[in-house]
């Protein structure tokens, strides 16, 4: 279960840096 939340920061990380 703590890999959900920490795929969710990622996607969020990688969201915010790249924008799309």
């Not at 279960?1 to 969201?15: A, E, G, H, I």
């Amino acid at each position: 279960s703590s890999v959900t939340q920490r795929r969710s920061q990622w996607v969020t990380t990688f969201n915010e840096d790249k924008h799309f």
